[in-house]
């Protein structure tokens, strides 16, 4: 098992491009969400799913959207991108009954 | 809403000291309590766990206690090592199999030789 993956691993914008981050689980896990990790904030949810084509606001989701066609695969879409938008972001996942949450190894996003 | 207090860092400590990280939190109900941790560069990791009150987790020489009470789930090592050095994040789920976690802001450990 590949586990979480996330591409890309680094990534640099200009402010107003678009860009989309991507996850993938091979582990058929059910729930899938999305954090950005910012320094002195922790990790902050944007968005998660409960399952194919079920997808719900965490904390912070403005400027970014989600969709989930697949179990397997949940991408982060920025619309517009802004400097404020310059973090970490994380992929998790975590099967149903199940206590364990399993991270990617995160995307490190430069807004410029 | 639910939140979780972690001290601020970073934490400095001498190899073989005895580590405290502590960890308060605000929920409703009976939450799930963890530990993860995060080393340089890498994602997170889960550490430990505690899904009751009373509930001692346990992984790797960390331990943490769930206390009710005090709404306390406190990180201690006995003989910290120089590879601990990483970022630790406490964290609950307000009940067990909820979908996704609420984080502690962090606490970085650093540990010389």
């Known amino acids: 098992n590949a586990g979480v993956t996330q591409t890309p691993k680094f990534q640099v914008l200009k402010t107003g491009q678009s860009m989309t981050l991507q996850c993938a689980q091979d582990?058929?896990?059910?729930?899938m969400s999305w954090y950005r990790q910012d320094p002195g904030m922790g990790l902050r949810l944007i968005h998660y799913s409960v399952g194919a084509g079920i997808t719900d606001q965490g904390e912070v989701p403005n400027g970014y959207n989600v969709s989930r066609s697949t179990t397997e695969d949940f991408p982060l879409r920025l619309l517009s991108a802004a400097p404020s938008q310059t973090s970490v972001y994380f992929c998790?996942?975590?099967?149903?009954?199940?206590?364990?949450?399993?991270f990617g190894p995160g995307t490190r996003l430069l807004v410029l | 809403g639910d939140s979780v207090t972690q001290m601020e860092g970073p934490v400095t400590l001498s190899e073989e000291a005895f580590l405290t990280i502590n960890c308060t939190y605000t929920?409703?109900?009976?939450?799930?309590l963890f530990w993860y941790v995060q080393y340089p560069g890498e994602g997170l990791q889960l550490l430990l766990k505690a899904t009751k009150a009373d509930d001692k987790g346990s992984n790797k020489g960390f331990e943490a206690t769930y206390r009710k009470e005090t709404t306390s789930f406190h990180l201690e090592k006995g003989s910290v090592q120089v590879s601990d050095s990483a970022v630790y994040f406490c964290a609950l789920s307000p009940f067990s199999g909820y979908s996704t976690l609420t984080f502690g802001k962090g606490t970085m450990l650093l540990v010389s030789p």
């Open positions: 998790a996942s975590r099967k149903s009954g199940e206590e364990t949450q399993y």
């Open positions: 582990m058929n896990h059910e729930y």
């Open positions: 929920a409703t109900g009976y939450p799930s």
